[in-house]
């Protein structure tokens, strides 16, 4: 008879089969570039950044104050 249980290492494993690679890109020196063509240093680079999301209700406050100053 066989165990109908698996383990958690053999669900992730079907799962991670089934899903497409994302191929990461980033703007570099005014030009967009594979995150996986970087070499090993830049990589390192890369995924220490800090990105930051713009607050979209404070950007139109913003343009809104200084554009009546124009």
């Not at 005014?30 to 995924?47: D, I, L, Q």
């Amino acid at each position: 008879m066989k165990n109908s249980q698996t383990t958690k290492g053999q669900i992730s494993n079907d799962a991670n089969a089934q899903r497409t690679p994302c191929e990461i890109w980033t703007r570099v020196m005014g030009y967009h570039r594979s995150v996986s063509h970087f070499n090993k240093g830049k990589k390192v680079e890369h995924f220490s950044r800090k990105h930051f999301n713009e607050n979209i209700s404070a950007n139109s406050l913003f343009t809104q104050k200084y554009s009546k100053a124009a």
